[in-house]
């Protein structure tokens, strides 16, 4: 009898397991339905978004985890960096996604509004979108600045697929206005975002810093000009504008995009067209001189950002040519391991653009050489602000069509990614900060 009983218990999950396949079956279909109510891109711009953070998270984690067994370690000059870190959080997948700026940038989401400004070393946009999110998240104002740029990173991702698949496909740059699909390519589009995913210091799009918030600015005005909605286009440079000094210069290449859309004709009727189309261009440089005008109603001095960056850092404009050649002949190898990054980036984005896509040629002109006319200073984050030139993406979406070439690039950038991302980590943060 003891024997029936144990081979009842034993026939038991025999005779319960077509039902249990049956109803995994039935929650596969739910979840399948549930994806396929997701509008498209955005299942596939979430997934890469929660797999990278996923992947990157952990890495990081392990990463420090390791490195709290080395002797030494952090570094005496990053000890009160460890300590910010762990101010804001006492979970590791949280705080290492902080580091140098982002402590100023919390520093200026929390200063009261009553009371005179004094801090002018960094456009508002950032630390401002994050007040009205603290109070959601208790009062944290770091985590806000947190979410606000990984907020910007899930829509720089849409924006990077939709641009990549417009100006990669066979409906390239110029393309009918009303922005069909006909003759885009998602393929590539999915492309672009890996690749904008593995530049080399690609993981400063989740940290609480201003990289995400930039570049998705910069695509989704460039996007909405390919589609000839200019409107837009001058409302999201306004606000590009207000990201970074860098970003008013945005107007050039995208007045590009404008006249190349009319054949860079220059005919009194065409003149009026260019006139009457691009005139929300002027919300651009708007945007500068809208931080300038608070500038001035604070501190009565236009140039108090130029100012506080000389005071601060060292930094004044010089000529980006004299600085770079400079860096590529001195004593200091990391200056020049940086500059020559970003000769290299030029170099890729000269031979892999197309003469349509010369408004992002000129674009990444911009984001690499302004800030090389820093001065010196600029060096320590040059591998930062390379992110800003998102048109090497392109170059390498569309040079890896073939799948060999694709998965060697892939597994070589993501390489170096990890690298760069342990010396980040490590503290080594001068590197990259």
């Given at each position: ?79 009160m960096m460890r300590v910010q870190q762990d101010a804001v959080s006492p979970y590791r997948w949280i705080s290492l996604w902080f580091a140098w700026d982002s402590f100023l940038y919390d520093h200026l989401a929390q200063l009261p509004l ?320």
């Amino acid at each position: 009898m003891v024997d029936g009983r144990r081979a009842g218990a034993a026939d038991a999950p025999a005779m319960d397991r077509p039902e249990a396949e049956a109803r995994l079956r039935r929650t596969g279909r739910r979840v399948s339905g549930l994806a396929a109510r997701v509008p498209a891109p955005w299942g596939f711009v979430l997934a890469v978004f929660v797999g990278s953070k996923v992947v990157l998270s952990l890495v990081g984690v392990i990463a420090l985890s390791a490195w709290d067994g080395v002797p030494g370690a952090p570094p005496a000059d990053e000890v009160m960096m460890r300590v910010q870190q762990d101010a804001v959080s006492p979970y590791r997948w949280i705080s290492l996604w902080f580091a140098w700026d982002s402590f100023l940038y919390d520093h200026l989401a929390q200063l009261p509004l009553d009371r005179p400004w004094r801090d002018f070393g960094f456009p508002l946009l950032y630390p401002f979108l994050a007040r009205p999110l603290a109070p959601l998240l208790g009062g944290h104002t770091a985590w806000a600045l947190l979410l606000v740029s990984n907020l910007a990173l899930i829509f720089q991702l849409y924006y990077a697929h939709q641009l990549g698949a417009r100006l990669l496909g066979s409906g390239s740059a110029g393309g009918p206005a009303d922005g069909a699909a006909g003759g885009d390519d998602p393929a590539a589009g999915r492309r672009f975002v890996r690749y904008l995913l593995l530049l080399p210091t690609a993981f400063l799009f989740q940290a609480a810093l201003t990289e995400s918030l930039f570049l998705c600015l910069a695509l989704a005005a460039f996007w909405y000009a390919e589609r000839r909605r200019w409107l837009l286009v001058g409302i999201v440079g306004y606000f590009l504008a207000l990201s970074r000094s860098v970003g008013f210069l945005v107007v050039v290449p995208l007045a590009l995009v404008l006249l190349r859309q009319h054949g860079y004709r220059l005919d009194p009727r065409t003149l009026g067209r260019y006139l009457r189309q691009g005139c929300p261009l002027l919300l651009v440089p708007a945007g500068w001189l809208t931080f300038m005008a608070f500038c001035r109603w604070q501190s009565g001095d236009w140039y108090a950002y130029k100012h506080a960056q000389e005071k601060g850092w060292g930094i004044s404009v010089q000529n980006p040519f004299r600085v770079a050649y400079a860096a590529l002949t001195g004593d200091n190898s990391a200056d020049a391991l940086r500059v020559w990054c970003a000769v290299a980036v030029l170099v890729v984005v000269v031979a892999g653009m197309r003469w349509a896509e010369l408004p992002y040629l000129v674009y990444t002109a911009i984001v690499v050489l302004v800030p090389l006319s820093m001065g010196p200073p600029v060096h320590k984050s040059l591998l930062r602000y390379l992110l800003a030139a998102f048109p090497v993406g392109l170059v390498l979406a569309r040079w890896a069509r073939r799948a060999t070439l694709d998965t060697w690039l892939t597994a070589a950038l993501a390489l170096l990614q990890g690298a760069l991302f342990v010396v980040w980590l490590t503290y080594w943060t001068h590197f990259i900060i």
